[in-house]
């Protein structure tokens, strides 16, 4: 049987969705289900006067109107994933504001009705009264409150930089931005009055976690809450956390005793869901005579908007540990502030941290290669870590693990990257397009991924009555393949393929101890899970299949839908008659031995494992409009191990999508009074095919994790991390200037920007 690890097998998932089989959030609709609608603060910061909802409760098929009085208590969002020693817990967000609104979009109320356009219209006649007061929208515009300062670092820092023969320093800006997924939220939430039980659909990323902050807010057993994780249009890290709806459509649903159902429109979703990437970076390298890194220094301040959401700091933490990227930096001392404005508050977004920092880290670099008089390629590779170097322990510590960077070759990979440009013949192609007065440049980041964080995950894999092999994983399909995967992964313990296998995810009934999507850890962490517990089933099939052939378990494997003595392969039996032998009451179970074929495995690491890549690209100026046209894009990337490689250059190029949009285009603006300048598409541009071009890819299998037993990668984010900063090389090179500051490149950026380099042109003439 070929191994099924490796093929470029078609998504499982595909089908059912090719042909409208899919079930999505706003898919499930029990009978008799009521719609809500959720009100939202129309001011950026104010004191809450009143919130009359008369008028919008005589509105026929109106069933309900809840403020903050009906709720149970003073309820806050709790935290996922807490990082540093700060109690955040007076920046918590609340279900529905009481006293204070903080940002444009902020729930105040919800309105129950018998179909969707009536909750719709009857929120409209919710009265609000609101003391409107001062904003703050950016963070130099203070005074700013800091809800948590973080530092990292190693090593002697000052005395790096006082030893050092050069020091260069550059301030770079990311802005605002989030994904938009193809499809909004949903939540429908069937309430059992008979049992008090609650199944909830939608909940697609993080199940379990959210379960347990639902039953604790609640107040019920975690046990009446089955959770259900359905088809999902993207996800990119903000969909599924637990937000103000995750308990208000559950909670109304008990309180009324019926089906109920929520569905956000595009509006809502610009102005609710998390907000990311704003930050503003100060960043300075010291050098010696030869170039080579001595240290480092970061102070950033990251705008994290109105609360702590259930990240906590994690974003800004991410930037400052894995700043420092594959370069050798001796010493090193980096500073976050998280800062509050009347903004939508913030969570990740794919490639959290990474994205910002590296765009910063590699921005520095390209200053400091005009500075030096060093090419930008050949001052990165002075200072890249070598495989002699590698496992390279940085003493930190960052989400609650040590930073131990395991194998790899970054120059190498480097290297392979330079040459498959050099085989697209780029360089002459920007050679070419200059000697014809094109204003063209060539851009390079280096970059430094984390995936794999644990500590642990769980999966259940059985076998089923008619010899097919089924998965229960704790990780759920936002699009990424996983149901593929997974099932790639457990097939080659039993030597099937894999339409022999089902993967049923996210369900917390059937896997109560998922830890969910997210971070690039479902095909290390839950794939790990998976085969540990496909491997526990085949041995057992072995050990039973050998009784019933007569023979040793040495002597038989387990291959093709059968347990069968090696050699001999008429003598078999197949996984439906093994199953049947593992029955309760079969001749073939000793007295004590369990019945069924099944085992459950938990896989637990203590470090995380570090993809790392290159992304080189091709970008060209219109100085006239200011418009930028990315013509060329490669990334490199190391993986470890592929177990698809269609799906992990799927996700590159993806990345790279998301990574012009966020270089290029996309923005959330506010006017002075903290008003959304961004609620349609109309205003939040996004990258069509239009502005992707061709991605080329270099996927690599060089350099297998030493963290899991599949020596795999994650590849998640690795096509986004890179891409702001390549541009932004690219964009740089061709305005002949040493660093862009500010992304994303607006038109008017880049107009200044030539008028910057005519005016120092002719002041140096």
């Known amino acids: 049987m070929t191994e099924q690890i490796g093929l470029r097998a078609p998504r499982k998932e595909d089908h059912r969705l090719l042909v409208g089989d899919g079930r999505f959030g706003a898919d499930v609709r029990p009978s008799h289900t009521v719609h809500v609608r959720i009100v939202r603060s129309p001011i950026a910061h ?55 609104v903080r940002y444009v979009g902020e729930p105040l109320a919800a309105v129950v009705a018998e179909s969707a356009y009536v909750a719709e219209d009857a929120a409209e006649l919710v009265d609000i009264d609101i ?29 790096a930089f006082e030893a050092a023969a050069k020091v260069v320093s550059t301030d770079v800006s990311i802005g605002r931005h989030t994904a938009v997924p193809m499809e909004p939220r949903a939540l429908t939430v069937d309430y059992s009055p008979a049992t008090g039980a609650l199944d909830v659909f939608g909940a697609t990323k993080v199940p379990v976690f959210n379960r347990h902050v639902l039953a604790d807010l609640l107040g019920i057993d975690q046990n009446a809450i089955r959770m259900h994780a359905v088809d999902a249009g993207g996800g990119f890290g903000v969909r599924g956390e637990f937000y103000p709806e995750d308990f208000l459509i ?40 030869d170039g080579r890194l001595l240290g480092l220094r970061a102070d950033v301040r990251h705008d994290n908007g109105a609360y702590v959401r259930t990240h906590g700091v994690i974003v800004p933490e991410l930037t400052l540990a894995m700043l420092p990227g594959p370069y050798r930096v001796p010493a090193y001392a980096g500073r ?12 990740t977004y794919r490639a959290p941290g990474r994205f910002e920092g590296t765009t910063a880290r590699e921005q520095l670099f390209d200053k400091a290669a005009a500075e030096l008089g060093v090419d930008r390629v050949e001052l990165r590779r002075r200072n890249l870590l070598s495989p002699a170097e590698l496992p390279h322990t940085r003493a930190m510590n960052t989400l609650g693990t040590d930073v131990v960077l395991d194998a790899g070759d970054y120059p190498g990979l480097l290297d392979r990257a330079l040459a498959k440009v050099d085989d697209l013949e780029w360089r002459e192609l920007v050679r070419g397009a ?45 699009g990424q393949g996983i149901e593929t995967v997974l099932a790639q992964i457990v097939a080659d313990e039993f030597g099937v393929d894999i339409d022999q296998v089902d993967v049923v995810n996210g369900d917390t009934l059937l896997q109560p101890y998922g830890t969910g999507s997210w971070a690039s850890r479902s095909t290390v962490v839950a794939g790990s899970a998976v085969r540990g517990a496909g491997r526990e089933v085949a041995a057992r099939m072995r050990d039973l299949g050998a009784r019933m052939l007569e023979v040793s378990p040495d002597d038989v494997e387990v291959t093709a839908a059968q347990v069968r003595v090696r050699g001999a392969a ?86 790279v999508a998301q990574g012009v949009g966020g270089a290029l285009l996309e923005r959330f603006s506010y006017d002075d009074a903290g008003q959304p300048q961004a609620t349609t598409f109309m205003d939040y541009l996004m990258p069509t095919a239009s502005e992707v071009p061709v991605v080329d890819l270099v996927v690599c299998e060089d350099a297998p994790a030493t963290t899991n037993p599949l020596g795999v990668r994650g590849a998640g984010e690795g096509g986004l991390t890179g891409a702001g900063a390549a541009i932004a090389s690219a964009v740089s090179d061709a305005l002949d200037l040493p660093s862009i500051g500010e992304l994303p490149i607006t038109p008017g950026a880049v107009i200044g920007y030539v008028r910057q380099a005519a005016s120092e042109s002719g002041n140096r003439q």
């Open 46 to 100: 104010g004191v809450v006067r009143g919130v009359d909802t008369t008028e919008a409760k005589a509105v026929r098929g109106v069933v309900d109107v809840v403020t903050a009085a009906d709720l149970p208590s003073d309820l806050r969002i709790p935290v996922r994933l807490d990082v540093g020693e700060a109690d955040l817990s007076a920046y918590l967000q609340p279900v529905l504001a009481k006293e204070t």
């Open 131 to 159: 003391d409107e007061r001062d904003v703050l929208l950016d963070v130099d515009d203070g005074p700013a409150l800091v809800a948590d300062t973080l530092r990292l670092g190693f090593g002697d820092v000052d005395a």
């Open 250 to 289: 559950p909670w109304l649903a008990t309180r009324l005793r019926r089906p109920m159902a929520w569905v956000e429109d595009r509006a809502e979703h610009l102005v609710a869901v998390n907000h990311s990437r704003e930050q503003r970076h100060r960043v300075e390298a010291a050098f010696d005579s």
């Open 336 to 347: 976050v502030r998280v800062m509050l404005t009347n903004k939508t508050p913030c969570g």
């Open 434 to 478: 200059r000697a014809a007065g094109r204003r063209v440049g060539l851009g390079v980041s280096m970059f430094l991924e984390k995936s794999g964080l644990g500590p642990h995950d769980t999966a259940d894999v059985e076998i089923t009555s008619t010899g097919r092999i089924r998965v229960h994983s704790g990780g759920t399909s936002l």
């Open 570 to 655: 008429m003598n078999a039996v197949t996984f439906a008659d093994v199953w049947r032998a593992s029955q309760p009451g079969s001749t073939w179970l000793a007295a004590d031995e369990p019945a069924g074929l099944y085992a459950r495995h938990r896989f637990s690491v203590d470090h995380m494992t570090y993809p790392y890549g290159a992304h080189v690209c091709v970008a060209e100026i219109d100085p006239g409009t200011g418009g930028i046209e990315v013509l060329r894009y490669l990334v490199a990337y190391e993986v470890g191990r592929a177990v698809n490689p269609t799906l992990v250059e799927g996700q590159l190029r993806g990345g």
